[in-house]
């Protein structure tokens, strides 16, 4: 089932998220959930305060836009993030969270050792890099109540919050 997203300035979006304590069907239903919504998006992750959820779980696809790739969705709970100490832009990044399709420049780690745990409640230990690691590092802040918007610089946050005040204006006023 599709979900509805939640978008900026929701203030759900800037919550810090509680660990997941059980893997129940109600779990594996909602990550399979926000997997169908990231794709149908379409989007390369998703995390669960994105669908209202207050959980410390995410579902990304990194490769999925690459041409002639096949699907290959990965679910992370209760995921923990070692940056690597090399940091590289991570050019016109953008959210399902932050409407107008607004994109900037973001500084991300380029590896990242990933800890987490699957829906089968194996652990997964492993290192990310490239763009893998940016989706996973850009999905993870969202667990901690984070928006990418929050990281770039203070004059273009304020214009971006300012075309979003006239733009919910407008929205209102034509529903």
Not at 73 to 90: A, F, H, Q, Y
Not at 100 to 123: I, P
Not at 141 to 161: K, P, Q, V
Request: with cysteine; aromatic share 4%.
């Amino acid at each position: 089932m599709k979900l509805e997203i939640v978008t900026y300035p929701d203030p759900r979006l800037a919550q810090k998220c509680e660990p997941v304590t059980e893997i129940t069907d109600e779990l594996r239903t909602l990550a399979a959930d926000m997997i169908e919504t990231m794709y149908e998006a379409p989007g390369v992750g998703l995390a669960a305060p994105q669908v209202g959820r207050n959980i410390r779980m995410l579902v990304m696809d990194p490769d999925i836009g690459e041409e002639g790739s096949e699907r290959r969705p990965r679910v992370l709970i209760n995921p923990e993030l070692t940056l690597g100490k090399d940091m590289i832009p991570s050019e016109q990044e953008g959210c399902l969270s932050v409407p107008m399709n607004y994109r900037a420049t973001v500084k991300r780690a380029s590896t990242v050792h990933l800890k987490a745990t699957d829906l089968d409640g194996n652990s997964i230990d492993e290192d990310l890099e490239g763009f893998a690691a940016i989706v996973v590092q850009h999905e993870y802040d969202h667990l901690d109540g984070i928006l990418f918007i929050d990281r770039i610089s203070r004059l273009r946050r304020s214009l971006y919050d300012s075309k979003v005040k006239k733009w919910l204006k407008r929205k209102s006023a034509s529903a």
